[in-house]
C-alpha cells in the first residue's frame, strides 16, 4: 500500500467528504442542551404576536396629545386598564386612554403609549404632559421574527439562547442531529493503564483524552486497551470493536517502526486506504482508512501530535456528521503577527501552540521556543493554534500568520500616554523632540503622535507616494530597510484613539503632540507672546514656562530637559 504524503487542507477535505448526511432524533426541550439540531426551525407565528407596550403608562392617541406641554397639559379620560398576560376589553377613543403595563396587548384605538413620568393621574383621568408621536413606547408585532421566518438552522449548537427562543415557541421536543459513537483504542507493549500508574511505567494518558475530546465534540466515547503489538489479537479487537460504534480511532502503531502494526492490521482486513502521512507537524504518521464502510482514524502515539490530529481531522468530521455547515466544522481564523522567530521544516504546515495577546496594534501571537509531539503538557499551553506554512525554514518574527483562538486573547497593558499640549509657537515640538533624544538615550521605547490640522503629504511633491495620493489611492504604504508609514484617507478627522490604534510595534510610552482638548494626561506648555492655553484643565500633570502660573503641579523652565526627563521617567513608572 502506498504511502504518499498530502497537504492538511487536501487530508480535510478529504475527510469530510465521508461525512453522512446527518440522521435526526427527538429529545426534550431540557435535554437539547449541547446538542446539535437535526433540522431547520421555522416560527409559527410573530414575535411579538400582539403589539404591546414597551413600559408602563398609558395607551393613547397621538392626535390627542399633538398641543401637550408642561405648562398645559392634555386631560383624558382613563376608560380602562390592561396587565401583561391579560386581553384589553376598552377601546381608546378620542380624548380617551387605558393604563397599561409593560408587555400588555395595545388595545384597539390606541396607536402610542404616554410613559408614566410623562403624566400625572387623578381620579378618573390622566393629564399628560408631552406630546407623543405615532408608535412611541410601542412593541409592534413581529418585530422581533415573523410567521415562517428561518430562526434556527440545522446544525446550530443549543446554547442557553437557542433554548430560550425554543422554549417561547413551545418546541418541548426538539430534533437533534443523533450523537456519533466512537470508540478509542490504545495500542502498544508499553503502555499501562491509569489504574497501574506508578514513575516508572508509561501510562496510557491518550486514550482518556482522545475520548474526552470526542465527548467534547458532541460524540459518544468508548474506549479501551491498551492492546498489546500482536498483530493476530490486534485484528481480532478492532473489528469486534468497530462492530459496535459509528467511528473507530486507533492511537499508537500509526507510523513504520517494527511494532507499528495497526496499519497491517487494518489491511489484513481489506482496510480502504484515504491517506496515510500528512505534510504536518506535530502528527504527520495520520492516517484515515474506510473498513467495513465506516472510518477509522490512525492518530500517532505521541501525545501533542496525538490531540493536534484529532483537533485538526478528527474533530472536524464529528462535527460534519451532526450537521454542522461544512465551512464551519473548523475554528475561524484570526490574522496576527508573530512575536518571535519560528524555525521549522519547510515542507511542512506547522499547528503550534501559543501566547495570543492583544496589543496595540492587533493580535500578536508567542510560541514556545521548542514544543515536542511527546509533551504531555503541550495541550495546557497556550490560548491559540498559531498555523505556519509550509514554505521557508525560518519564519522571522514580525511575520503575519494565522492563529484559532482556543480560550480569550491576553490583553497586553497599554503603553502610559503623555500629551504635550499648547498653542501653535508654544515650544511644544522643542521640549518633545529634547525629551524624545533623551529618552530614547535610555532605552525607552517612545512612539511620537501628532495632530495636524492642516492637510500634509506621506512624502513630499513629485515622489511616487504623492503621485499615488494624487492618483486617487485611499491609503498610500512606503517601507524602507527600517522604517515604514501608512497614510489613509478618512472621512473626518481621526480621534486620538485610532492614531494610537494604528502603532502595530512595542513601545514604553506614547508621547502625543496636540490633541489638546483631549481628557488625557498633559503637559501644558507656555511660551511669552503666544495665547495660553489653561494648565488648570483636566489632565493637566505640569507644566513648561518661564512665567510663573500659580499652579499646584510642577512648572519646568523651557530647556531644564533634564528635570522634564525625571518628571517623565517617574510618570511612566507610576503608570505600568
Not at 119 to 135: F, L, P, Q
Not at 333 to 355: C, E, F, S
Not at 481 to 508: F, G, H, K, P, Y
Request: charged share 20%; proline share 6%; with cysteine.
Amino acid at each position: 500500500m502506498k504511502r504518499s504524503m498530502i497537504d492538511p487542507d487536501e487530508a480535510l477535505r478529504r475527510t469530510l467528504d465521508l461525512a453522512a448526511r446527518p440522521t435526526s432524533e427527538f429529545v426534550t426541550l431540557d435535554d437539547a442542551l449541547g446538542r446539535f439540531l437535526g433540522a431547520d426551525i421555522h416560527t409559527p407565528w410573530d414575535l411579538p404576536a400582539h403589539d404591546n407596550s414597551a413600559m408602563d403608562g398609558y395607551a393613547i392617541r397621538a392626535a390627542d396629545t399633538a398641543d401637550a406641554t408642561g405648562v398645559h397639559p392634555v386631560r383624558l379620560t382613563i376608560v380602562g386598564s390592561v396587565f401583561a398576560g391579560t386581553r384589553p376589553t376598552a377601546i381608546v377613543g378620542p380624548g380617551q386612554a387605558v393604563r397599561i403595563m409593560t408587555g400588555a396587548v395595545i388595545p384597539a384605538g390606541a396607536d402610542t403609549v404616554v410613559r408614566q413620568e410623562a403624566t400625572r393621574a387623578g381620579e378618573g383621568v390622566v393629564d399628560v404632559r408631552i406630546a407623543s408621536d405615532r408608535g412611541n413606547n410601542v412593541r409592534p408585532r413581529g418585530e422581533t421574527l415573523r410567521r415562517d421566518e428561518l430562526v434556527l438552522r440545522v446544525g446550530t449548537k443549543v446554547t442557553s439562547q437557542e433554548i430560550a427562543l425554543l422554549a417561547a415557541f413551545g418546541r418541548c421536543q426538539v430534533p437533534v442531529a443523533r450523537r456519533p459513537t466512537v470508540h478509542v483504542v490504545t495500542c502498544g507493549d508499553e503502555l499501562h493503564d491509569a489504574h497501574e500508574a506508578a514513575d516508572d511505567l508509561t501510562v496510557d494518558s491518550n486514550g482518556p483524552m482522545i475520548a474526552a475530546m470526542a465527548r467534547e465534540a458532541g460524540a459518544i466515547a468508548y474506549r479501551s486497551g491498551p492492546v498489546k503489538d500482536d498483530l493476530e489479537q490486534l485484528r481480532a479487537h478492532l473489528l469486534q470493536v468497530l462492530s459496535t460504534v459509528d467511528v473507530l480511532i486507533t492511537i499508537g502503531g500509526a507510523s513504520v517502526g517494527e511494532r507499528d502494526l495497526v496499519v497491517d492490521a487494518l489491511r489484513a482486513h481489506g482496510a480502504e486506504l484515504v491517506f496515510h502521512t500528512v505534510a504536518l507537524k506535530p502528527g504527520k504518521p495520520v492516517g484515515l482508512f474506510i473498513l467495513r464502510e465506516k472510518p477509522v482514524f490512525v492518530l500517532p502515539g505521541n501525545p501533542a501530535a496525538c490531540s493536534m490530529t484529532f483537533d485538526r481531522l478528527v474533530r472536524p468530521f464529528l462535527l460534519a456528521v451532526q450537521g454542522v455547515p461544512r465551512e464551519q466544522v473548523s475554528r475561524p481564523r484570526l490574522p496576527a503577527i508573530l512575536a518571535n522567530d519560528v524555525h521549522k521544516q519547510p515542507g511542512l504546515t506547522y499547528y503550534l501552540r501559543g501566547w495570543a495577546e492583544l496589543a496595540l496594534g492587533g493580535l500578536q501571537v508567542r510560541l514556545p521556543p521548542r514544543q515536542s509531539s511527546g509533551q504531555l503538557t503541550a495541550g495546557l499551553e497556550g490560548n491559540a493554534v498559531a498555523i505556519i506554512p509550509a514554505g521557508p525554514g525560518t519564519v522571522f518574527a514580525g511575520t503575519p500568520v494565522e492563529i484559532e483562538l482556543l480560550k480569550p486573547p491576553h490583553v497586553a497593558p497599554r503603553p502610559p500616554i503623555l500629551a504635550f499640549a499648547g498653542y501653535s509657537g508654544s515650544g511644544k515640538t522643542t521640549a518633545l523632540t529634547a525629551l524624545i533624544s533623551r529618552l530614547s538615550a535610555r532605552g525607552v521605547r517612545v512612539a511620537a503622535l501628532k495632530h495636524d490640522a492642516h492637510e500634509f503629504q506621506l512624502d513630499r511633491k513629485g515622489k511616487d507616494t504623492a503621485k499615488f495620493s494624487a492618483a486617487g489611492a485611499i491609503a498610500v504604504g512606503i517601507a524602507s530597510a527600517s522604517r515604514r508609514a501608512v497614510i489613509a484617507t478618512t472621512s473626518r478627522a481621526t480621534t486620538l484613539a485610532e492614531l494610537i490604534a494604528t502603532i502595530t510595534v512595542e513601545v514604553d510610552v506614547i508621547l502625543v503632540e496636540g490633541y489638546k482638548h483631549d481628557d488625557i494626561p498633559k503637559i501644558v506648555v507656555h511660551s511669552d507672546g503666544i495665547r495660553e492655553l489653561s494648565p488648570r484643565g483636566p489632565g493637566v500633570l505640569a507644566v513648561i514656562s518661564d512665567s510663573a502660573c500659580g499652579v499646584a503641579v510642577p512648572v519646568f523652565s523651557h530647556g531644564d530637559d533634564e528635570a522634564l526627563e525625571a518628571f517623565v521617567l517617574s510618570f511612566i513608572r507610576r503608570s505600568v
